[in-house]
């Protein structure tokens, strides 16, 4: 099965130019790696009505199952990306958070500062991922196994079922 991302990288300083963006470049690799595509990809600031108007677009355009977010996730007075997030989201999915979460907890107590989340617009999945290169591979490496069913789910896909 071949699923199609999204991936938003968001970073004043990557927005500006005066950082290069490694996360999104990152993600993409592991990503064609599984045999999959990246359908869409760009650099926003932290700006919230931009990560909202970014979100909607990309999960309504149907060129997308996944959005795959970088960026914005701490306790620093910009990192908004949850709220983005929540505001465009129909359902939760709590789990795939919580899971990111409890794994990276074995690796560093800086995983109880994440507030990631992720949810559901129409039959695309939104994930939010930590901005670092190493924390956002290891967040998706977690979640990758369910997310040819999630899709599958989401799709409506007769063969769904079947995986079970």
């Known amino acids: 099965m071949t699923i199609r991302f999204g991936i938003l990288t ?45 979100l909607t677009e990309w999960a ?19 990192d908004i990306t949850p709220e983005a997030t929540r505001a ?18 074995k690796k560093t107590p800086h995983a109880m500062l994440s507030r990631a989340v992720a949810g559901i617009r129409g039959r695309t999945l939104i994930v939010n991922l930590p901005g670092s290169p190493k924390g956002a591979v290891e967040n998706l490496q977690t979640i990758m196994p369910v997310l040819p069913h999630a899709v599958q789910l989401l799709t409506d896909d007769p063969g769904s079922e079947a995986s079970h």
Request: proline residues 5%; without cysteine; glycine residues 10%.
């Open 10 to 54: 968001l970073s004043d300083r990557s927005a500006r130019g005066e950082r290069a963006d490694a996360s999104g470049p990152a993600l993409a690799e592991l990503i064609h790696a599984q045999g999959w595509s990246v359908a869409r990809q760009e650099i926003l600031p932290d700006d919230e009505s931009a990560i909202r108007a970014a």
């Open 60 to 78: 309504d355009s149907g060129q997308v199952d996944i959005i795959l977010t970088t960026g914005g996730t701490g306790f620093a007075p910009r």
């Open 88 to 105: 465009v989201i129909q359902r939760d999915a709590p789990g795939l958070a919580e899971t990111m979460r409890a794994e990276s907890l």
